[in-house]
């Protein structure tokens, strides 16, 4: 059963996430700072953009984009990885 964090994005303690949902630098920060709540809210925006902005993750260039639109989504300092 997943603990309690103080989420980062809206600032409540909510479950976590039961394991890091990226590989890389990225995932632990999510696990650490993140909720499972706000982070099927990232998924979610993330399908939106992938439709709207034809945004492909296979692309690295795209991924670049989708990792800096995450980050700011999330709340997170993208200077601090
Ligand atoms: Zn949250």
């Given at each position: 059963?997943?603990?309690?964090l103080a989420c ?10 039961d394991q890091a ?50 980050a700011s989504f ?8």
């Amino acid at each position: 059963m997943p603990g309690l964090l103080a989420c980062r994005r809206c600032g409540q303690h909510k479950p976590a996430l039961d394991q890091a949902p990226l590989p890389g630098k990225w995932g632990p920060l999510i696990l650490a700072d993140i909720c499972a709540d706000c982070w099927h809210d990232w998924i979610e925006e993330q399908t939106r953009l992938i439709n709207h902005e034809r945004l492909l993750p296979s692309e690295p260039e795209h991924r670049k984009v989708l990792y800096a639109r995450m980050a700011s989504f999330l709340h997170l300092d993208p200077e601090s990885v």
